[in-house]
């Protein structure tokens, strides 16, 4: 496993096949600047390239998710110079859309852990999340209409994960609301009480790592896929992953330990998860 980038405002842990990714600015409620933002995406880029690690957790510090944007800091920038080859707002907000695309593609399960705030590009991670635990008390929204911008990024994200309908309705209103809601909405698959949350989240890690992790890693990439390839070319990529899977050393191993009625021996190895 190569060397974990430095980060200041993420706090990284890494513990066997997991990787505990903490929003590190709790005095701003883990508001999102720059800094963390390039932060993020060299994490991402990190994640690419370390099949070692199966799951990743992502969580804010000093019992908050993420309240979004650095408004104070995206105010200074709205004086910024634009010219024909820079507007530094546009450049930074694509920066953290592609950061955003590459998150969701990742081999890694991830998991988002939402308590207090989660706006904007907060709500926006626990949607981008494979699974997202919310506890109760959690409290979230899309306010960028209430600020005259746009909640340009997660808009996607927000859509596929809950629907035009109702995404349209929370972007438009800037409705805040609390965990149950959040999970009546479709946006955890989780909810749990505040006090509950660790324990939740254990016991989902270990669901997932009973899970085969090229197993995992191809499901993500099939479903990813749906909506966007033709049907019958969605057959034969679903096909090729399916014969790939079943022919590998994972694929074997899985269905032995079921025909012995024992737990699987899962093995992951850099070399194995190009390969």
């Keep these: 496993m190569h060397e974990l980038p430095v980060c200041e405002f993420l706090k990284l842990e890494v513990a066997g096949p997991r990787l505990n990714l ?43 998710f993420c309240a979004g944007g650095d408004i104070k800091e995206r105010r200074n920038m709205a004086d910024d110079i634009v010219t024909v080859d820079s507007d530094p707002i546009m450049e930074r907000n694509a920066a953290a859309g592609m950061a955003f695309l590459k998150f969701e593609h990742l081999p890694q399960t ?40 746009a909640p340009a990024q997660i808009a996607p994200y927000v859509v596929k994960r809950i629907g035009l309908t109702r995404a349209r309705q929370l972007a438009l209103t800037g409705e805040r609301f609390d965990g149950a809601k959040a999970f009546e909405y479709g946006i955890a698959q989780y909810l749990c009480a505040d006090e509950d949350i660790d324990t939740t989240l254990e016991d989902v890690v270990a669901r997932v790592l009973r899970c ?22 969605m057959v034969r990529f679903s096909a090729a992953k399916f014969s790939e899977l079943n022919r590998s050393d994972e694929g074997k191993e899985g269905q032995s330990a079921f025909a012995e009625k024992r737990k699987p021996a899962w093995q992951l190895t850099g070399s194995e998860a190009k390969g």
């Design 110 to 149: 991830t998991i988002a852990v939402v308590e207090g705030s989660a706006f904007g590009g907060g709500m926006g991670y626990a949607c981008l999340a494979d699974i997202t635990i919310v506890a109760e008390g959690a409290r979230m929204g899309m306010p960028e209409t209430t600020l005259g911008v």
């Design 212 to 233: 085969g992790p090229k197993a995992n890693a191809a499901t993500k990439a099939i479903m990813l896929k749906v909506g966007s390839l033709p049907e019958e070319e």
């Design 22 to 64: 903490i929003f590190n600015r709790p005095d701003q409620r883990n508001a999102i600047n720059s800094q963390m933002g390039a932060e993020f995406a060299a994490v991402v880029d990190w994640l690419e390239a370390t099949p070692e690690v199966r799951v990743v957790v992502l969580r804010g510090a000093g019992g908050h």
